[in-house]
Nanobody, 117 residues
Framework: VQLQASGGGVVQAGGSLRLSCVVSMSISNVAALAWYRQAPGKRRGLIAHIDSGGGTYYPGSVKGRFTISSDNARNTIYLQMNGLKPEDTAVYYC????????????WGQGTLVTVSS
C-alpha cells in the first residue's frame, strides 16, 4: 500500500493550504484516516483523525482551523488548513489505519509546510 501526500509549500501567516493524500487501496471501509505532523526537533504528533463512523478529533492547537475529509471514490484524504501560524511549520504525514489487518497502518512520505511570519 502506498500513500502519496502533496500540497505542502510556503505560505504566509494567516493563509490557507489544502493537503492531499492519494492511497493505493480503497479507503471506504478502513478503521480510520489521520494526519500527523513533525516539527524540527519534536516528536510526530496527531493533528486530525476521522474514524469509520465519521467522528473527528483535533487537538486544541488546530481545532477550528484544520479540517480532515476524504473522497472515497478517489481514495484520497484531505487536510484543509486555515489561519496558518508559524508554529504550524512541519512535515505533514497522512496515515491509514487498517486494523484488524496487519500491518495495522500505512504512512505517506510527508509533505513540508512552511508558514512565514
Amino acid at each position: 500500500v502506498q500513500l502519496q501526500a502533496s500540497g505542502g509549500g510556503v505560505v504566509q501567516a494567516g493563509g490557507s493550504l489544502r493537503l492531499s493524500c492519494v492511497v493505493s487501496m480503497s479507503i471506504s471501509n478502513v478503521a480510520a484516516l489521520a494526519w500527523y505532523r513533525q516539527a524540527p526537533g519534536k516528536r510526530r504528533g496527531l493533528i486530525a483523525h476521522i474514524d469509520s463512523g465519521g467522528g473527528t478529533y483535533y487537538p486544541g492547537s488546530v481545532k477550528g482551523r484544520f479540517t480532515i475529509s476524504s473522497d472515497n471514490a478517489r481514495n484520497t484524504i484531505y487536510l484543509q488548513m486555515n489561519g496558518l501560524k508559524p508554529e504550524d511549520t512541519a512535515v505533514y504525514y497522512c496515515n491509514v489505519d487498517v486494523r484488524p489487518r496487519y500491518p495495522y497502518d500505512y504512512w505517506g512520505q510527508g509533505t513540508l509546510v512552511t508558514v512565514s511570519s
